[in-house]
């Protein structure tokens, strides 16, 4: 079968990067997590300045050089900012609260979309985000616009934190992604959208093995 490229978007917590991730290890496709690379960046501009210092110039100024590195080793994500791995510390509540903030930057996405094209250019790849199907890969085999409502994704959100050991607040929790989704739907470059030809996926009553065989099922069409 010709080595597909597969693209899956929505807003956050809609369960995307799990969805992406067991697509991709059913099909030995690779799984790219863009969501990672602009936490990534997020995460730089959180150790080197304050959060109530960040306007856009003292944003640009800590990523001007940063150099972002996504390893998919056996179905792991490992992600490097300037060299050091940093993949266990960027779904803190602290980057999530800034990260739309740094990807709304045109050349922070500049920098970060030459990079996934070149990860996306030999295919047989999965890749999650808000901007794939209608910027990054507008030439991609599959597209998903994957969705639940917002209660749901909270939900999941607050179950996965607390299984890492966060403190959280769900109704907290609710009020952020709420915030972010607003944040990158509204933003001017590359707003989070569901393109015409993007198959709708609302999760709010399924499984991610449901979400998951459906999607196989419209690459295998
Ligand atoms: O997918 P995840 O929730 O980790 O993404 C974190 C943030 O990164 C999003 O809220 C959005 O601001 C940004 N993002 C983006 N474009 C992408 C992927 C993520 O702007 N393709």
């Not at 390893?71 to 060299?83: A, S």
């Amino acid at each position: 079968m010709k080595k597909k490229v597969i693209a899956i978007d929505g807003p956050a917590g809609a369960g995307k990067s799990t969805v992406a991730q067991r697509v991709a290890a059913k099909l030995g496709y690779t799984y790219i997590d863009t969501g990672a690379m602009y936490r990534a960046a997020a995460w730089k501009v959180l150790q080197e300045n304050s959060m109530d210092a960040l306007t856009d110039e003292v944003i640009l100024q800590t990523v001007k050089d940063i150099d972002v590195r996504l390893q998919y080793i056996n179905k792991v994500t490992k992600v490097f900012v300037d060299g050091v791995e940093v993949s266990d510390q960027l779904r803190t509540p602290a980057v999530s609260r800034v990260v739309s903030q740094v990807a709304r930057l045109g050349s922070v996405r500049k920098k970060m979309v030459l990079l996934q094209r070149k990860m996306a250019q030999n295919g047989a790849i999965v890749m999650d985000g808000r901007d794939i199907a209608s910027y990054v890969l507008p030439t991609a085999d599959v597209k998903v616009f994957l969705t639940a409502s917002v209660e749901e994704r909270a939900k999941r959100r607050f179950a996965q934190m607390v299984k890492k050991g966060y403190k959280v607040d769900l109704a907290e929790l609710k009020e952020e992604i709420t915030a972010r989704d607003k944040a990158d739907k509204e933003r001017t470059i590359s707003p989070l959208v569901k393109t015409e030809d993007a198959v709708l996926l609302d999760t709010t009553f399924m499984s991610a093995d449901e979400a998951t065989e459906k999607i196989l099922s419209l690459v295998l069409k």
